[in-house]
């Protein structure tokens, strides 16, 4: 069958839920919590760097951000494999985020 995942963002972490058509019927065919942080303090990065110069700043982001995608391929590999396992097909995938951050620069001013 294909599965559509569908995660919800929190901080740190995501709601994972499979959901599968079969006939007429939609199904939850998994649903967990995936953990996106090894640290603590990378559950709120923007806090974690609010108060440290420009540079030191944008490098705790980017670390926090680079270490989101390292996590996030290694978490979403055996999700897409179990449904492999179960002889599903992912068809689809969708995040739901909160409205996005406002676009301005890490310059130690406060908007």
């Known amino acids: 069958m294909e599965?559509?995942?569908g995660m919800?963002?929190?901080s740190g972490?995501?709601?994972?839920?499979?959901?599968g058509k079969?006939?007429?019927?939609?199904?939850?065919v998994d649903r967990r919590r995936i953990e996106f942080v090894e640290e603590e303090w990378a559950k709120q990065?923007?806090?974690?760097a609010?108060?440290?110069k420009p540079n030191?700043?944008?490098d705790v982001v980017k670390r926090r951000v680079e270490a989101a995608h390292r996590i996030a391929v290694r978490e979403m590999r055996p999700a897409v494999k179990r449904e492999q396992e179960r002889e599903n097909e992912v068809a689809a995938c969708a995040v739901l985020v909160a409205n996005p951050m406002p676009d301005r620069p890490m310059s130690?001013?406060?908007?």
């Open 3 to 5: 599965v559509a995942f």
């Open 8 to 10: 919800r963002a929190h």
């Open 13 to 19: 972490w995501a709601a994972l839920v499979v959901v």
């Open 22 to 28: 079969r006939a007429s019927n939609f199904l939850v």
């Open 45 to 48: 990065p923007y806090h974690a």
């Open 50 to 52: 609010e108060d440290l």
């Open 56 to 58: 030191a700043a944008r």
């Open 108 to 111: 130690g001013s406060r908007t």
